[in-house]
């Protein structure tokens, strides 16, 4: 089986291996990012944005994974809904894609980087 894509692998010598693709890693990041209140949508480009119109969802869009040496680093970008404090949303959209990542792949989290691409104006509080 060819491997065309990046993926982190945990050797367990008794059992074999798991391989951990980086788009996995994104897409729990994006959907941990999505729970968060406040948060109107992930940032994609233009196709991304009409597929998730036609009821199809890429769910990594917005997010860029870098894993190094079992530590993961994580930039997000995404639309806050008008009229949440982008400070408090931002850091609780960290804590909640840091505790998923650690949670569900056992990997660290070095940072995560919070980039407000616009804010939407028809989700208001």
Known sequence: ????????????DNLGEVRIADEVVAI?????A??????????????????????M??????????????VVSVDVALNICFGYAIPKVSS????????????????GVSRVNVRIASVDLEKRK
């Open 1 to 12: 089986m060819a491997e065309d894509r990046k993926a982190y692998m945990i050797k367990d």
């Open 28 to 32: 729990i990041a994006g959907l941990a």
């Open 34 to 55: 999505t729970e968060v209140e406040g948060v109107s949508s992930m940032r994609g480009n233009i196709t991304n944005e009409l597929v998730s119109k036609l009821g």
């Open 57 to 70: 969802k890429n769910l990594s869009k917005g997010i860029k994974v870098k894993i190094q040496e079992n």
């Open 92 to 107: 609780s959209v960290q804590e909640k894609v840091k505790s998923a990542i650690e949670n569900m792949t056992g990997l």
